[in-house]
């Protein structure tokens, strides 16, 4: 019995040891936190960079931009914000006057008496072709300084106070890029109770009332919006021919492009001018220049018509060149394309022809078989 009883306490002391063993071990944890898997994009953006009408360059007429609730305040006392709409400002009989703008502010009703701040305004707008005169007209009101900007350059500034109720103009033809262009208003309360800023920018393309120049658009890259037409004539004559210079950009990852000439059969006229107009399309740097090589030429005539472009790198400009001719496309010894109308007959007069002109984008990666 006594051995019994003193095998029974070893054990127990050596269950005593074993369970207090269990807190020696060493050990380690790795982690590897927040394992992301994301699906890719492919966004489609278009270009509409240049065109020409027998020999007439697109242009821009005109560009009329003033201080409205769609311009956008940025910054507030110099730093940036997120953007907003900026707000109609409370003013006073006496000040000036700009027709068509009205007097804007980045808060509503006035500023308290002592509130110093300083907001910063932003449009911005797209301007293609020469300029005949850019007037920028602004005044500001209850403000002790200004600085403008297009550009990122600055046009105009006055840090000297003094400045409200006038009407200043500045003259800013030569800071005007061809594309997209952004103004700036910084403008500064002095502490008054009443701040604002009026402006109207006038840009003269001077054209003179030319049907095309007035009814063409060029545009940089973007999402395609109704009214976004590459041609719109309504007066073609046997003989008549024009250049497009059209881009697209696949942004992300690399991509199948397709372009997609589609005439719209119920609006086509009887006999339809599609069978009177012929095209030649190349592939593009960018200058419209036709390289000798094309994709295609020939007429739409009731055709769907598709131009496949594989495996376009991703976030790179791409072109296409594009002339037509209202008869039959010649190619001199240099290289030069013509327009011979003479083989164009009268049964066309009067006609047209409606098409849509598509472009479709789908990831390349996966998708050699893939056809337009």
């Known amino acids: 019995m006594k051995k019994t009883i003193i095998s029974l306490a070893i054990i127990g002391m050596v269950s005593a040891v074993v369970i207090g063993g269990?807190?020696?071990f060493f050990s380690n944890t790795e982690t590897s936190a927040g394992n992301i898997l994301t699906a890719g994009s492919i966004d489609l953006k278009i270009d509409h960079t240049a065109q020409a009408y027998n020999g007439v360059d697109c242009m821009t007429c005109e560009v009329n931009i003033v201080s409205d609730t769609n311009n956008m305040v940025i910054q507030k006392n110099g730093d940036d914000i997120t953007p907003y709409?900026?707000?109609?400002?409370?003013k006073a009989s006496d000040w000036a006057e700009l027709p068509g703008a009205e007097w804007i502010w980045g808060e509503e009703d006035r500023p308290d008496p002592g509130d110093r701040t300083e907001y910063t305004f932003k449009n911005t707008f797209t301007w293609y072709?020469?300029?005949?005169?850019?007037?920028?007209?602004?005044?500001i009101s209850g403000d002790d300084n200004y600085v403008v900007y297009l550009n990122g350059t600055e046009v105009a500034e006055n840090f000297d106070g003094g400045v409200w109720k006038d009407i200043h103009t500045e003259d800013i033809s030569d800071e005007i890029k061809q594309g997209v262009n952004e103004i700036t208003f910084k403008v500064k309360n002095s502490g008054g109770w009443y701040a604002g800023l009026?402006?109207?920018l006038i840009i003269d393309g001077d054209c003179e009332d030319d049907y095309f120049k007035s009814n063409c658009r060029l545009w940089g890259f973007k999402d395609l919006e109704e009214g976004d037409k590459f041609f719109d004539f309504n007066d073609i004559k046997p003989g008549d021919w024009g250049t497009n210079v059209i881009s697209y950009h696949v942004f992300d990852?690399?991509?199948h492009v397709c372009i997609i000439i589609d005439e719209d059969e119920e609006e086509a006229t009887d006999p339809s001018l599609s069978e009177a107009i012929e095209f030649l399309v190349w592939e593009d740097d960018g200058y419209g220049v036709y390289p000798g090589n094309y994709l295609w030429q020939g007429k739409v005539n009731g055709g769907d018509l598709r131009f496949q472009?594989?495996?376009?790198?991703?976030?790179?400009d791409n072109y296409v060149g594009l002339f037509w001719c209202a008869g039959e496309i010649v190619e001199g010894?240099?290289?030069?394309?013509s327009c011979n109308g003479a083989v164009m007959g009268n049964e066309y007069q009067a006609k047209s022809m409606t098409a849509d002109l598509i472009f479709y984008a789908i990831q390349s990666r996966h998708n050699d078989e893939f056809s337009c």
């Open 333 to 337: 010894e240099n290289g030069d394309l």
């Open 253 to 255: 990852n690399d991509a």
């Open 129 to 139: 072709g020469p300029i005949e005169k850019a007037n920028l007209e602004f005044s």
């Open 198 to 200: 009026i402006y109207k």
């Open 85 to 90: 709409n900026a707000k109609l400002a409370t």
């Open 309 to 316: 472009f594989n495996d376009v790198i991703g976030s790179t």
């Open 22 to 24: 269990t807190t020696a």
